[in-house]
């Protein structure tokens, strides 16, 4: 079944995360602030972005291992033993994050973001705008209810 | 300062998507089902997955054009001009798409999951568990809001 070769596919960055985060995310990420800047060439697709109160920024974690399939969530172990895909760990087989960021100022190809838990100088991949999902009573393990 | 190469990376497929949707997604995706092929090497990167009533899916739209960087939203042009990065369109320099998806079945390998807006075959390159972000009041752009 698996004979075949699994496809690969090339990813170009798009901009760069600057912080103040230079070993590790600080435990109070979500009220620090991150510029990023958006290489040149891409800047036309930043166009009426600051009408949006909130995006989603996904980066390349490339300091992240890409042959660990399990984790402790939230590195802890008394969680139990989870699946990278039941997760959000940064450990996975492609280190993509996912971040939703309050935008708080755009200047040209730079933006000003608040919450992004990405390392300085982090490649970034992409931004979308916000989506809202109104999801009545999702179901979560146990370790995941305060994450 | 942009004299330098952008730097690459290398994604690879963990999956495929299985579903009827051959030449469009349909406008009623959100109640269609999918099934999500997990290549066996990937498998145990799934453990404790079921715990979950949605599942964020990421998927690499290799149909889709990487060099427009503005467009109509919703493919209505009586919206304004917009960036990509301002808007979720599947065109865009990396055609990475995320989706929440209701993960209704797991056998094995194999997810079955409600409201993938993703064509057959397209390649799946991560999977998160779902995340919610309680954001008061956020701000959109006029052409959004219906979104």
Redesign the interface.
């Known amino acids: 079944?698996?004979s075949r070769a699994?496809?690969?596919?090339?990813?170009?960055?798009?901009g760069r995360v600057k912080n103040d985060h230079l070993e590790q995310i600080p435990d109070d990420y979500k009220e620090k602030i991150s510029k990023i800047e958006?290489?040149?060439?891409?800047e036309?697709?930043?166009?009426?972005?600051e009408?949006?109160?909130?995006?989603?920024v996904?980066c390349?974690f490339?300091r992240s291992e890409r042959d660990i399939?399990?984790v402790h969530p939230m590195a802890d172990d008394s969680n139990?033993?989870?699946?990278?895909?039941?997760?959000?760990a940064p450990v996975?087989?492609?280190p993509?994050s996912?971040t939703?960021c309050e935008l708080v100022d755009r200047e040209e190809n730079n933006l000003c973001v608040k919450g992004l838990d990405a390392l300085n100088e982090t490649?970034v991949?992409?931004?979308?705008?916000?989506?809202?999902?109104d999801?009545n009573?999702?179901?979560?393990?146990d370790w995941?209810r305060e994450?």
Chains 1, 2 share one sequence.
């Not at 036309?44 to 972005?49: E, F, K, M, V, Y």
């Not at 009408?51 to 989603?56: A, D, L, P, T, V």
């Open positions: 079944m698996e699994l496809e690969k596919f090339e990813l170009i960055e798009i958006i290489h040149k060439r891409y036309d697709a930043l166009l009426g972005i009408k949006n109160s909130h995006i989603s996904m390349w490339d399939q399990r139990p033993l989870t699946g990278v895909f039941a997760t959000r996975r087989p492609n993509i996912y939703v490649p991949i992409d931004i979308k705008s916000y989506k809202r999902y999801i009573d999702p179901k979560f393990p995941a994450e």
